[in-house]
């Protein structure tokens, strides 16, 4: 298993794609809790919101095309 994020880092909710290749969570970073993704193989963390706000719960469409 690879490693995704640092050990100084709140990993809060997260959910894996239907399809495995996706993993979207909460990651919280100096005090700002965001959502970002990563590819399930390790690949580089994208940030996908900068408001400090995230849900606590992450569910993917059945056909891994969106999450909510």
């Known amino acids: 298993a690879k490693e995704i994020v640092g050990s100084g880092e709140g990993v809060g909710a997260f959910a894996v794609s239907p399809d495995s290749k996706t993993i979207v969570l ?18 580089t963390l994208q940030r996908l919101t900068t408001t400090g706000e995230s849900p606590f719960v992450i569910r993917w469409a059945p056909d891994s095309s969106k999450f909510y």
Not at 33 to 42: E, F, N, T
């Open 26 to 43: 909460t990651l919280t970073t100096n005090g700002q809790r965001d959502l970002w993704q990563v590819s399930a193989d390790g690949g």
